[in-house]
């Protein structure tokens, strides 16, 4: 437990009424704030009924208390919890108390931030923390419990023991080559870095479906009026969301969903259908349809199978950058077609009908697997971009070094790369952060975790 630390205190629970409330409190004052608010001192690691004082003994509230002796705490500290009654009015007075007696209000995410600068978890499971608290679908939560119970860290550690393990060997030589005759084998030396290198690019995938697993997918429905993308949000919802009309035109707002795909978060937008028009209503609507479709990760172009005057969805590329494009040939119920998947040379095409639904099951499926969940069962961890990004830097340099290797460059040359890659490894960590960039993460955290 770090000495320098002062104590903080915040509502632990959501804003708002509630059965319960919690205060939690974290640091060197915890014993003192409990007796003083408590009357009495508390037993670690048992629970007590309690009335809660004010400084002039007169009672706030009742409830449970529990005191947890540091190290054996979350933070790593002394902790406090004060189970009171669910009133915002209630935890105001508890936290004013508590404040009163030296404890100040903690910043968003400080007590996870003890944690780890306390030694008690990582980086990565102080994130996953978060990923649990803010996870979208049942599988983004069993991903973010999978890292929060350390799966990633471990994966990312043994690839970091590797590359150590083999930067002491090449240092090692460094260190004594002028009086040592013999060379460094590069043969074994070139081994072990394409080891260690399809260790990091399988990490490397699974982080990245992790990433996908955490933050969802972004799919546009666009194409031009009245194909039926409405009607395609509605059927993939399952709701009467938008507005349906047999009138082109019908959609000018973008509208935006939520929905769980089989654990795949997507948020789905319906959009202004794209033509040429006079309306500035329209014309702002398809504006905003081109700024959905620059930010979407998915872009479903929906045309009419029924329609053969219809253009094909290359017409889409013109609203901007596409990362991933499907064309939807919808209202297939009216040629008499069967659903089904193609792989066109440009992009694919599902032949579907947002009426009956059939084809439906194809469309979700595909988004799946284009997004890469099309495997994950309920194992895999969760993880966040920055890790992904770190691991492809890492991969990078450990690619520099192969490359070096391979070209008999110099041990030092290597071992320079071997030492970046050690380097972008321990930042996901955290062994190895700026104080910025452990802001940054912990900033976005909720108060009182
Ligand atoms: N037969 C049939 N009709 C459909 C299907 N999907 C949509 N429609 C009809 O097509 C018309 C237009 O549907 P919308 O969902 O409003 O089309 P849209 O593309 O959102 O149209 P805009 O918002 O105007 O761009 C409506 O009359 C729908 O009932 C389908 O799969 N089969
Ligand atoms: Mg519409």
Redesign the pocket.
């Known amino acids: 437990m770090r000495a320098d630390f002062d104590t903080i205190a915040a509502v632990a629970t959501p804003a708002g009424r509630g059965a319960i409330g919690i205060v939690r409190v974290s640091g060197p004052l915890v014993r003192t704030i409990a007796r003083r608010i408590t009357g009495s001192p508390l037993t670690p690691r048992r629970v007590s009924h309690r009335v809660f004082l004010d400084d002039g003994g007169q009672p706030l509230d009742q409830g449970l208390a529990f005191f947890l002796e540091g190290p054996h705490s979350f933070t790593g500290e002394d902790v406090l919890e004060l189970q009171g009654h669910g009133s915002p009015i209630v935890m105001g007075l508890l936290l004013d108390r508590v404040c009163a007696l030296g404890a100040r209000l903690a910043r968003p995410g400080e007590f996870s931030e003890r944690a780890f600068l306390n030694g008690k978890i990582d980086l990565t499971q102080a994130e996953a923390v978060a990923d649990l608290i803010g996870s979208l679908t049942t599988r983004a939560a069993q991903g973010a419990l999978h890292a929060l119970q350390g799966e990633f860290s471990l994966r990312v550690r043994q690839v970091l023991e590797a590359l150590i393990r083999l930067r002491a060997r090449i240092e090692g030589y460094l260190d004594f080559s002028e009086e040592d005759v013999a060379s460094f084998d590069s043969g074994a030396l070139e081994d072990t870095l394409s080891v260690i290198l399809t260790g990091i690019d399988r990490l490397m995938s699974d982080a990245h479906r992790g990433q996908v697993l955490r933050d969802g997918a972004r799919v546009a429905i666009t ?1 031009r ?7 395609l949000l509605n059927r993939l919802v399952r709701r009467e969301c938008a507005i ?8 000018r707002d973008a509208i935006h969903v939520q929905l769980d795909i089989d654990g795949l978060a997507v948020e789905l937008f ?1 959009t ?2 794209v033509r040429e028009t006079e309306d500035p209503i329209e014309q702002e609507g398809i504006r905003r349809t081109e700024a959905v479709v620059q930010g979407a990760d998915h872009v479903l172009w ?1 045309s009419d199978a029924a329609d053969p005057t219809q253009e094909p969805g290359t017409a889409a590329m013109a609203l901007g950058h596409i990362c991933r494009m499907t064309e939807v040939h ?2 297939i ?2 040629v008499g077609m069967a659903p089904c998947l193609e792989h066109g040379p440009a992009y694919p095409h599902i032949y579907l ?4 639904g059939a084809g439906l099951p194809l469309l979700e499926r595909h988004l799946r697997e284009a997004a890469g969940l099309s495997d994950v069962g309920t194992g895999g961890f969760s993880a966040r971009r920055r890790h992904v990004w770190a691991l492809g830097r890492a991969r990078d340099a450990l690619r520099d070094a192969r490359d070096a290797a391979e070209a008999r460059a110099g041990e030092e040359i290597i071992a320079e790369h071997l030492r970046m890659a050690q380097r972008e490894l321990s930042e996901i960590t955290g062994e190895f952060t700026s104080e910025e960039l452990l802001g940054e993460i912990f900033s976005t955290f909720c108060i009182g975790k």
């Open positions: 194409g009026p009245n194909v039926g993308k409405s009607s349906v009309t047999e009138y082109p035109g019908t959609t319906d202004a259908g929906v919808n209202k119920d009216l009908s947002a009426k009956t």
